[in-house]
T-cell receptor, first 110, second 114 residues
Framework: QKEVEQDPGPLSVPEGAIVSLNCTYS??????FMWYRQYSRKGPELLMY????GNKEDGRFTAQVDKSSKYISLFIRDSQPSDSATYLC??????????FGPGTRLSVLP | DTEVTQTPKHLVMGMTNKKSLKCEQH?????MYWYKQKAKKPPELMFV???????INESVPSRFSPECPNSSLLNLHLHALQPEDSALYLC?????????????FGDGTRLSIL
């Protein structure tokens, strides 16, 4: 079993939809969680950074962490074609570098 | 625009060439990272520098040689690379080393080995 699992997609949604992106993990020691967005031929861009469980909101983006279920989510409200990208989750525990999920390709159709 | 700048954006080199990738950040971060990313795969950690000292080497072949001349600069020296080394090489930085600080990436150098 991989340490971090993520549905690779592609996930296609119509413009304006609410998008739910998810990662599951096996290491219960993970405490730090990040979401990155990566456009083609660009580096990953940090979207959200959370510590431990709970929700965090930033504009159209909401990150959720459920440590009891070992499950994290990124919600995108009012999705736009410019949100079309690959979304990477990453997580870590103290003393370890981040482990990345394989990424989910999202396509928002106009 | 990212705050981590990488040059060159593209590099094509033969297997006998020597070249260097450069990375610069002016955010006052004290940890810097090199990652390798193949197509449709997540980034893979290669090296970590913390306070200008190499703290992690993820068993990277010696044909890749990192260097951190100062807290703002990170180089990756390349020599005798193989075709399978063709990839996007990403530099990242964080305020300090360790997972308590998020990492910020540059846009990478796309490397092709002929």
């Amino acid at each position: 079993q991989k340490e971090v699992e993520q549905d690779p997609g592609p996930l296609s949604v119509p413009e304006g939809a609410i998008v739910s992106l998810n990662c599951t993990y096996s290491n219960s020691a993970f405490q730090y969680f990040m979401w990155y967005r990566q456009y083609s031929r660009k580096g990953p861009e940090l979207l959200m950074y959370t510590y431990s469980s709970g929700n965090k909101e930033d504009g159209r983006f909401t990150a959720q962490v459920d440590k009891s279920s070992k499950y994290i989510s990124l919600f995108i409200r009012d999705s736009q074609p410019s949100d079309s990208a690959t979304y990477l989750c990453a997580m870590s525990r103290y003393g370890q570098n981040f482990v990345f999920g394989p990424g989910t390709r999202l396509s928002v159709l106009p | 625009d990212t705050e981590v700048t990488q040059t060159p954006k593209h590099l094509v080199m033969g297997m006998t060439n020597k070249k260097s990738l450069k990375c610069e950040q002016h955010m006052g971060h004290r940890a810097m990272y090199w990652y390798k990313q193949k197509a449709k795969k997540p980034p893979e950690l290669m090296f970590v520098y913390s306070y200008e000292k190499l703290s992690i080497n993820e068993s990277v072949p010696s044909r890749f040689s990192p260097e951190c001349p100062n807290s703002s600069l990170l180089n990756l020296h390349l020599h005798a690379l193989q075709p399978e080394d063709s990839a996007l090489y990403l530099c990242a930085s964080s305020q300090m080393g360790g997972p308590a600080q998020p990492q910020h990436f540059g846009d990478g150098t796309r490397l092709s080995i002929l």
